[in-house]
């Protein structure tokens, strides 16, 4: 067992075709076995999205001889991890890894995010998990200048296991290897979307909207990931699925509820 | 202003249709002036999915003498916040409300709850939000018997205001109002859901899967939201949208990341 490979669950939001899921892929096969479950169309912000009232299919997508199984799945993210651990893999993943994502996934974007909520649901079933995500929306972004330091990442939560509850919000800047400062761990930015909906007519002369939005950060904290990643750091945040605001209990119990 | 009745946006993921959302209507109605703004069409398990790569319709469904404004919306109950605040509302609401949910979204399904995001996001917003959800899954399900507490719960979150960076969780057991024994402030309980996938062959011979599963309360704790549940309370969960795990991120910067 002590020398078996770890076997490495490989997922994300942008679809099993991108090029993001696909560096992801060149960097874990380095480390260990690898299995591929993702979604077979783009999934971004579907957030904690499951499919219940619906059929999910499931596609083996890799030839016998590759070194890599992959299946495309018609679900969310979420779907693909429930599915690869129920269905696909003989055994508990020693990691699951999700992207990188074409696009920051920090600060509360955690909460929107496909790639995250597939990293949630595998720490919720107790396996280590990872998102990571790249602050370039370009689907020929240049992942190169990152695969170091996501096998570094890789290797570090492979070795030291994280934290109980826990898993890891990785992303990083858009700039050349050389010019990363480094990594560090972060707590998430408090930040919300400014909507801004663009309001149309179809060709019928119905209303219809497209969602846009503007980010703002309200944090000028600088342990904050908006702050690395805006001074040329990688950031790291733990992200817990306990959503309990337990620092909260106590001034809820002086409510009036039981009068 | 000291007069003014209070404003109260109304949303839910059962759609804008589910004797749920007519209740809290019903009761929300005796408090204040509402606008309801929900799904044109069940939305459970959208956890905080948006429509970034879709068109989003609204279609105002009340008349002109109807007391209460309401509208459908295509998107999601996240989406139905958004757009609320953006497009439909002339001022901040004083209260968001989402529910009254048909079945549980206590513990660890508050993550995959479209009811709960819908909240949340109000949240985010800066807006004092409730998810409300009752233990009955049943379309016919008797909301009659928690509707007091349902009052007293958004009356109190009108005059004590919430704590900066939360919104409530609440869960009624089900069972007859004389047999409530009170409300509880919770902890999140520690559970997941047991996948076991049914899969089945289409009418032309390819597999596919319905998502099915056992939900495992793994938490023995009587502070928590399924004990009190359990024991006949109603459950009042603080849950936070800072997703950070600040407790590990000490042990986290022992790690050797940047060797």
New interface residues.
């Given amino acids: 067992m002590k020398n078996q490979k770890p076997l490495i669950l490989i997922t994300n939001d942008d679809g099993v075709s991108a090029p993001g899921i696909r560096a992801l892929i060149d960097t874990m096969k380095t480390i260990g076995e690898v299995i591929v479950v993702a979604p077979d169309k783009?999934q971004?912000?579907?957030?904690?999205?499951?499919?219940?009232?619906n059929?999910?299919?499931?596609n083996k997508i890799s030839k016998e001889n590759d070194t890599v199984t992959e299946y495309s799945c018609s679900g969310t993210p979420?779907?693909c991890v429930?599915?690869a651990?129920?269905?696909i893999l003989k055994r508990k993943p020693d990691l699951c890894v999700s992207g990188i994502n074409h696009g920051s996934n920090s600060s509360?974007n955690?909460?929107?995010s496909g790639t995250m909520?597939a990293a949630?649901e595998a720490g919720?079933?107790g396996i280590p998990a990872i998102g990571f995500s790249l602050l370039d929306y370009d689907w020929n972004a240049d992942f190169q200048q990152i695969q170091s330091f996501v096998k570094?990442?890789a290797l570090?939560t492979l070795e030291?296991k994280l934290?109980k509850?826990?898993v890891l919000n990785v992303n990083f800047p858009k700039l050349k290897e050389k010019d990363i400062k480094?990594?560090k761990?972060c707590?998430?930015a408090?930040a919300?979307w400014v909507?801004?909906?663009d309001?149309r007519k179809t060709p019928f002369g119905?209303?219809?909207?497209?969602?846009s939005g503007e980010f703002v950060n309200q944090d000028k904290g600088e342990d904050t990931d908006e702050w690395a990643l805006e001074n040329g750091y990688i950031s790291?945040?733990?992200?817990?699925?306990?959503?309990?605001?337990?620092h909260?209990?106590q001034?809820?119990?002086t409510?009036?509820?039981?009068g």
Avoid at 44 to 53: K, L, V
Avoid at 55 to 58: A, M, P, Q
Avoid at 206 to 211: A, G, I, N, T
Wanted: proline fraction near 4%.
């Fill in positions: 783009p971004s912000a579907m957030g904690h999205a499951i499919t219940i009232n059929t999910l299919y499931l979420v779907d429930k599915l651990v129920n269905e509360i955690v909460i929107y909520s949630v919720i079933e570094k990442i570090e030291k934290p509850g826990v480094g990594i761990i707590r998430q408090k919300l909507e801004k909906f309001k119905k209303d219809y909207y497209w969602l790291v945040v733990p992200v817990q699925f306990d959503l309990t605001a337990h909260t209990i001034e809820l119990n409510w009036n509820l039981n």
